[in-house]
C-alpha cells in the first residue's frame, strides 16, 4: 500500500470517529452563532443611527475641534519656540526679517493689506516711512491696532527699519480698513501699555513671539485755520 493510500485512509477514520464529528458540529454552531450576533448587532447600530441622525453630527463636530485644537497648538509652539530664536539668535532674527520683506513685496499680502478684507488677517494694514538716512518713502505690511488717539503697531524683531525711520523722522501714514491715518508722535511702550487694544486670540501668538516692544503712533492733530489765522 503506497504512503498516498495508507494517508487518506487515516484522514476517513479519522473523520469517521464520533468524537471529531461531535467538535466539528459544536465549532459550525458555535461560527453560526457568532455570525448571527454580528448581524444582529449591526442592525442594531444602523438602526439607531437612523434614528439618532444627531449622534453623527455632534461626534463630527467634537473630531473638528479636536483637530483644530491640534492645529492651534502645533502653531502657537512652534511660533513660541521660533519667537525664542528670534530673540536670542542675531542671525535668525535677520534672516526671518528678510524673508517676511520678501513676502511682503509680492502675493496676495499688498494686494489686501489696508482693505477691510484685509483687516481679518490681524489688522493687516498699510504703513508709509521715510527712510531716515535716504528720504525715500517705503511701505511696510504690518498688523495695526487702534489704541487711544492713535495706534499700536508691534516691533516683531530687535532691529526693525520701519521702527527707526518713525522714530527719526516723528511721523508715517497708515492705512487701515480702507482709510488713511496720518500719524505723529512716535512712542515705544511696553507690552503692559499695549495689551488692550489687541484681541484674545492675537494676544496669544504675540505672546508665543515673544513681543515686547511696541511703536504707539498718535493721530496728526489738526489745528483750526481760524486758530492759525489768530497765531
Same mark, same amino acid.
Given at each position: 500500500?503506497?504512503?498516498?493510500? *495508507? ?6 477514520? #479519522? ?22 450576533? =454580528? =448581524?444582529?448587532?449591526?442592525?442594531? !447600530? =444602523?438602526?439607531?443611527?437612523? *434614528? ?24 502657537? #509652539? ?16 535677520? +534672516? ?8 511682503? +513685496?509680492?502675493?496676495?499680502?499688498? +494686494?489686501?493689506?489696508? $482693505? ?58 497708515? $492705512? ?8 505723529? *508722535?512716535?512712542?515705544?511702550?511696553? !507690552? ?19 513681543? =515686547? ?5 498718535? +493721530? ?12
Amino acid at each position: 500500500m503506497s504512503f498516498e493510500t *495508507r494517508r487518506e485512509s487515516y484522514i476517513s477514520a #479519522f473523520r469517521r470517529n464520533p468524537r471529531h464529528q461531535e467538535k466539528h458540529r459544536t465549532y459550525a454552531s458555535l461560527n453560526t452563532h457568532v455570525k448571527g450576533v =454580528q =448581524q444582529k448587532a449591526g442592525k442594531t !447600530m =444602523q438602526k439607531n443611527r437612523s *434614528r439618532r441622525p444627531g449622534i453623527a453630527l455632534v461626534r463630527g463636530f467634537i473630531r473638528f475641534l479636536l483637530t483644530l485644537a491640534a492645529v492651534f497648538g502645533l502653531l502657537f #509652539f512652534g511660533l513660541l519656540a521660533w519667537g525664542i530664536l528670534i530673540r536670542n539668535n542675531k542671525a535668525v532674527s535677520e +534672516k526671518t526679517r528678510r524673508l517676511s520683506s520678501r513676502i511682503g +513685496k509680492g502675493g496676495l499680502i499688498p +494686494k489686501i493689506a489696508g $482693505t477691510s478684507f484685509g483687516s481679518l488677517y490681524f489688522n493687516l494694514s498699510v504703513l508709509k516711512h521715510m527712510g531716515r538716512k535716504s528720504g525715500r518713502e517705503y511701505v511696510t505690511y504690518l498688523s495695526a491696532y487702534p489704541l487711544g488717539d492713535g495706534f499700536v503697531l508691534t516691533v516683531a524683531y530687535p532691529h526693525t527699519d520701519w521702527c527707526s525711520n518713525i522714530m527719526e523722522t516723528g511721523k508715517c501714514t497708515l $492705512t487701515l480698513k480702507g482709510q488713511e491715518y496720518e500719524l505723529e *508722535r512716535p512712542e515705544l511702550i511696553p !507690552m503692559s501699555e499695549a495689551w488692550a487694544a489687541y484681541p484674545p486670540i492675537t494676544k496669544l501668538f504675540a505672546l508665543a513671539g515673544g513681543e =515686547q516692544q511696541y511703536l504707539w503712533v498718535h +493721530k496728526k492733530q489738526v489745528v483750526p485755520e481760524e486758530d492759525v489765522a489768530e497765531r
